[in-house]
Every structure is written in C-alpha cells, then in structure tokens.
C-alpha cells in the first residue's frame, strides 16, 4: 500500500507563531488556501481508494480545497495533532519561558517533555498513531491519501520506523501541504 500523508495548510496560528494542538483550531491564511489548492494539483495524476482526515478545522478544510467533492472524507480523531492543554493558543517564546518542562521540548526533545495541565503525552501520541497505521495494514487499500499536522507527521515517520519516542526527534520537520509517501507492506516500511 502507499500511503500518502500531508500536513495542513498555513494558519493564522503558524504565522503568529502560537501553539495549536488537538484541541484548537486556526484558520487557514490565504497562503493556506493557496496551499491546499496547490497540493490537490500535485496529486491530481493520482487516484485514492481511501482519504482520512484529523477532525480539526484546518485539516478537514485543507482536503476539501486539495480534493473538492472527488473523495468522501473519513475523519479519524487519531489523526488529530499532540493535546498540549494550557499551552495552546500561547506563542512559542511564552510556552517556552513560562512552561519550561513543557513549552516546546514535545518538538525539541521529545524525551524531556512533561506534559502540562491537559496535555497530552508523547507515548500517548505514538500509541494513538500506531493504532492507525496498524489499521491501514489490514485493509486491502492501494493508495491512501491522509491529512494530518506538522508535529503528527513526525510521530508518523517515528511509527514507521521503531515507535520509540526519541525517533521523533530525528525526524524532519514538515512545512505547511509537505507530502511524505510511505510504502507499507505486512512486513515492513519504507520512506520515499
């Protein structure tokens, strides 16, 4: 199977710089918009037996730019960007001065990283990625398309790699409609 994962477009929370995990939603900038619309001509040539999408506003409007009306849209929560609590909505400098055993150390070091009041954790995360994958497996699909974040598809590249929480830190870092394809078979995974 190919699996084809992207992150959203720009929001308003990416240019300002604030935190937005799996419980706040931004808006799409009109970059973001652009965006989108640019990724769906990036793989018109390409035909989808399924389309997943995180719930999360940014995600979901991200699909329906890309696609319009081509591809019913399977929303799967476990898509959903890492719950950071009291964090979102904050700018990253504050995160980082205020929370300092929070604030950004989920996407520095993921190892060091304590949740904070509402947070969610990082195995926590791995888990939730790694039951989806595992999902995707046992289904007879060819190509895949799915629509996650920006700290998602790192955890994403750890899944498919070794699921261990210090894998996250040694993954790139998506920008905005960034598209990684994995070729999953029942035995293993490779990066393209």
Known sequence: ??????????TQSNVERRLTGGRTNSPLTENGIEQAKQLGKSLEDITFDAVYSSPLERAVDTVKLAFGDKYAINIDERLEEIRLGILE?????E???NFPESGMLFYTDPILYKPPANGEAVSDVIERFSSFIDDMKSKNYEKVFVLTHGYALRVIYACM????????????????????????DKEETALT
């Open 89 to 93: 909505g904050m700018k990253y400098e």
């Open 1 to 10: 199977m190919e699996l084809y994962i992207a992150r959203h477009g720009e």
């Open 95 to 97: 995160a980082s001065v």
């Open 161 to 184: 790699l070794d699921r261990r929480v210090e894998t996250i830190a040694e993954a790139p870092h998506y920008s905005n409609c960034d598209v990684v394809r994995y070729i999953i």
